[in-house]
């Protein structure tokens, strides 16, 4: 049985406008979100996602979408208005996601490209975000999720495959204090797994994290390429819910990763 329409609150901000907007001139049209993006060079998930407010998009997407629904450039000046000069601490589609960190009761991650960046330190962050100042101090606030007192912060499953351990960035001394963090981070909320190299394990497609709130919801958050996309969809939860839980029979305890971790600092890190 379908899900009824995600009930968006247009005053909650820039993505929740937007996406109604996109809604209502969509179901004026009497076209299903399926219907819709056969139009577009956009997929039913970007359209749904943008329509949930799960994701921000480029204004090619409002022009798209005013081209075949007759808008008479609607959307485009919406989008002009609410991102056009915007120059936030955060991409438009990452902009909810903080809010669903700072409530969650657990957190479970995968990462394969880069540390997780709720474990990050400054230095690590400025490389990996190209020295945007801006960006790093908001990813530092971000991270008081994991060391506030009330509540509690959220527990912590954080997996990463070995090579993370072995990718520069910044220079031997930036790596020894970011390969220090992971070690230090681990506690009795949160914990460090690292999948041993040359394991085949299902994690290839990208990274993602699943956040499960005190009553129960889960929400993820997957990269691509292009930007991060929001889901709470039952199913799509579940199927990440699986793969994290492939993966995490690849990976190595606790204690074990920890030794791996201080190993590669000391062979690999350190001058």
Not at 30 to 51: D, H, M, R
Not at 209 to 215: K, N, R
Request: include cysteine.
């Amino acid at each position: 049985m379908p899900q009824p329409p995600k009930q968006l609150t247009p005053s909650n901000g820039a993505l929740d406008l937007f996406g109604s907007e996109v809604r209502r001139y969509r179901e004026r049209a009497s076209l299903s979100i399926a219907a819709l993006a056969e139009l577009i060079p956009y997929s039913p998930s970007f359209v749904g996602a943008v329509e949930r407010a799960d994701s921000g998009c480029e204004r090619g997407f409002a022009e798209a979408v005013d081209g075949v629904l007759d808008t008479h450039d609607a959307l485009v000046h919406l989008h002009d208005g609410l991102f056009g000069k915007k120059s936030g601490a955060f991409p438009t589609w990452f902009e909810k996601w903080p809010r669903v960190e700072e409530k969650a009761g657990k957190l479970v991650v995968y990462q394969p490209l880069v540390i997780y960046g709720l474990l990050q330190t400054p230095e690590y962050a400025n490389v990996v975000l190209g020295g945007d100042v801006t960006g790093v101090e908001s990813r530092m606030k971000r991270q008081a999720v994991l060391t506030r007192d009330d509540p509690p912060p959220p527990r912590l499953v954080y997996v990463l495959p070995e090579h993370v351990l072995w990718l520069e960035k910044g220079g031997p001394d930036v790596m020894r204090a970011q390969l220090d963090r992971l070690v230090a981070a681990v506690a009795s909320r949160a914990s460090v797994q690292v999948i041993p190299a040359g394991v085949s394990h299902p994690g290839n497609d990208g990274a993602f994290v699943i956040a499960t709130a005190p009553d129960g919801s889960e929400t993820a958050y997957v990269e691509t390429a292009a930007r991060g996309i929001m889901l709470d969809a039952t199913d799509d939860v579940s199927r990440l819910k699986d793969v994290f839980t492939d993966i995490c029979t690849q990976a190595l305890p606790v204690s074990m990763s920890i030794d791996l971790i201080e190993r590669t600092n000391e062979e690999r890190w350190k001058i």
